[in-house]
């Protein structure tokens, strides 16, 4: 019966252990907003606004974007995968746990309503974001990018109100193949021509 005992407690005590281990892991996992705000106000207001909301068109508005997206970009930054001068100075500086607040913060924010005034390219550019060009394959961008543009978190990046300026860059890009760490997005920028790049991004821009 000692030896039982023994052999329960033992067991109890290990268990206990692991339990505190993961605790503790979860805990360190946890990304620490107030550090996530206070690093963002210090390295990337200038560019992305106070709150995540950029006043200027050709950065991007990262308030409600999904954090896993924002990481997995500021790591390609940094390891050179996403080439940007800029954006390659400012990843530099941050480690990965900087990464990680500074997405979770910045996320936290509500992004503001998008802008767009050009009618006739918000409607073909609607068309194919929703259908897709078929006679020439063009996807559906709402395929991975959600109907409403809300995105998939890591992969896919939410474009609802996104700076037009900033989605023609970026589509510009992966169609040069300047932008290259996406090869999906390569494959579908190929595809498009310059007035379908502007249309795209003034309905997504439109998007409220």
Same mark, same amino acid.
């Given at each position: 019966?000692?030896?039982?005992?023994?052999?329960?407690?033992?067991?109890?005590?290990?268990?206990?252990?692991?339990?505190?281990?993961?605790?503790?892991?979860?805990?360190?996992?946890?990304?620490?907003?107030?550090?996530?705000?206070?690093?963002?106000?210090?390295?990337?207001?200038?560019?992305?606004?106070?709150?995540?909301?950029?006043?200027?068109?050709? &950065? $991007?508005? %990262?308030?409600? #974007?999904?954090?896993? =997206?924002?990481?997995? !970009? /500021?790591?390609? *930054?940094?390891? +050179?995968? @996403?080439?940007?001068?800029?954006?390659?100075?400012?990843?530099?500086?941050?480690?990965?746990?900087?990464?990680?607040?500074?997405?979770?913060?910045?996320?936290?924010?509500?992004?503001?309503?998008?802008?767009?005034?050009?009618?006739?390219?918000?409607?073909?550019?609607?068309?194919?974001?929703?259908?897709?060009?078929?006679?020439?394959?063009?996807?559906?961008?709402?395929?991975?990018?959600?109907?409403?543009?809300?995105?998939?978190?890591?992969? &896919? $990046?939410? %474009?609802?109100? #996104?700076?037009?300026? =900033?989605?023609?860059? !970026? /589509?510009?890009? *992966?169609?040069? +193949?300047? @932008?290259?760490?996406?090869?999906?997005?390569?494959?579908?920028?190929?595809?498009?021509?310059?007035?379908?790049?502007?249309?795209?991004?003034?309905?997504?821009?439109?998007?409220?």
């Amino acid at each position: 019966m000692k030896l039982i005992s023994s052999v329960l407690v033992a067991a109890s005590l290990a268990m206990s252990a692991v339990s505190g281990f993961a605790q503790e892991a979860a805990a360190a996992a946890k990304p620490d907003l107030a550090k996530g705000q206070a690093s963002f106000t210090a390295v990337c207001v200038a560019c992305h606004g106070p709150d995540g909301n950029s006043l200027v068109p050709d &950065y $991007p508005k %990262l308030a409600q #974007q999904h954090p896993e =997206y924002l990481i997995k !970009q /500021l790591q390609e *930054f940094k390891a +050179g995968k @996403r080439q940007n001068a800029i954006m390659l100075g400012f990843s530099a500086m941050l480690s990965d746990e900087d990464m990680k607040n500074i997405a979770y913060w910045v996320t936290t924010n509500k992004a503001a309503p998008g802008t767009a005034a050009d009618a006739d390219l918000i409607a073909q550019g609607k068309r194919i974001y929703l259908g897709g060009v078929l006679d020439r394959n063009i996807p559906a961008c709402a395929g991975c990018h959600g109907p409403a543009a809300a995105g998939i978190p890591a992969q &896919y $990046p939410r %474009l609802k109100g #996104q700076q037009a300026n =900033y989605v023609v860059t !970026q /589509l510009t890009t *992966f169609r040069s +193949g300047e @932008r290259n760490n996406n090869l999906q997005m390569t494959g579908v920028a190929a595809k498009l021509n310059d007035r379908e790049i502007k249309a795209v991004a003034e309905y997504v821009a439109s998007l409220k």
